[in-house]
T-cell receptor, first 112, second 113 residues
Framework: EDQVTQSPEALRLQEGESSSLNCSYTVSGLRGLFWYRQDPGKGPEFLFTLYSAGEEKEKERLKATLTKKESFLHITAPKPEDSATYLCAVQSRGSTLGRLYFGRGTQLTVWP | NAGVTQTPKFRVLKTGQSMTLLCAQDMNHEYMYWYRQDPGMGLRLIHYSVGEGTTAKGEVPDGYNVSRLKKQNFLLGLESAAPSQTSVYFC????????????FGPGTRLLVL
């Protein structure tokens, strides 16, 4: 069965303190791995899509990487506005059309 | 370009009441999805549609029905609401089903008493 596990569940960082969020997955053939950001009371906002091992994508202070078993979301010199829940989702070759399997998310808090 | 919109934002129902959640997208996407999000769990797929006039069951379809009469709209119905359906409901859409980004609406918070 396809599974997605995110760690840690919660992370508190001081402003400027870099760190990484982990998303490990078990799927029957990866079609794509998606990172979303979710602010309280809002819908998930798309950040990145990664398709194959070794791929990397960057956006401002965020960098997403992908291996055959996991993905990392690296946050460099975070600011308080980066505080949010970060969701990881995978789409597998064996899944219902287009279905995304979501992890439970990592709640990131960045304090000044 | 509003993207994906959902109506209403918040609703309180009594057990046994019915209601319809409306999702609309203006991106001309073929595929639309309904998810629910509960504390401590990832988003779970309820129903989805691969085009106008088509619907299919997702992971947790029991107690819900859907309709896609127009390409831009996807309706989620609860015929007889139960407390277990208290959740936040998100609609999403994508151009195609494979390797395409799903774009989410702002959500509908539903409380069933």
């Amino acid at each position: 069965e396809d599974q997605v596990t995110q760690s840690p569940e919660a992370l508190r960082l001081q402003e400027g303190e870099s760190s990484s969020l982990n998303c490990s997955y078990t799927v029957s053939g990866l079609r794509g791995l998606f990172w979303y950001r979710q602010d309280p009371g809002k819908g998930p906002e798309f950040l990145f899509t990664l398709y194959s091992a070794g791929e990397e994508k960057e956006k401002e202070r965020l960098k997403a990487t992908l291996t055959k078993k996991e993905s990392f979301l690296h946050i460099t010199a975070p600011k308080p506005e980066d505080s949010a829940t970060y969701l990881c989702a995978v789409q597998s070759r064996g899944s219902t059309l287009g279905r995304l399997y979501f992890g439970r998310g990592t709640q990131l808090t960045v304090w000044p | 370009n509003a993207g994906v919109t959902q109506t209403p934002k918040f609703r309180v129902l009594k057990t046994g009441q019915s209601m319809t959640l409306l999702c609309a997208q203006d991106m001309n996407h073929e595929y639309m999805y309904w998810y629910r999000q509960d504390p401590g769990m990832g988003l779970r797929l309820i129903h989805y549609s691969v085009g106008e006039g088509t619907t299919a069951k997702g992971e947790v379809p029991d107690g819900y029905n859907v309709s896609r009469l127009k390409k831009q709209n996807f309706l989620l119905g609860l015929e007889s609401a139960a407390p277990s359906q208290t959740s936040v409901y998100f609609c999403a859409s994508s151009y195609r089903e494979t390797r395409e980004t799903q774009y989410f609406g702002p959500g509908t918070r539903l409380l069933v008493l």
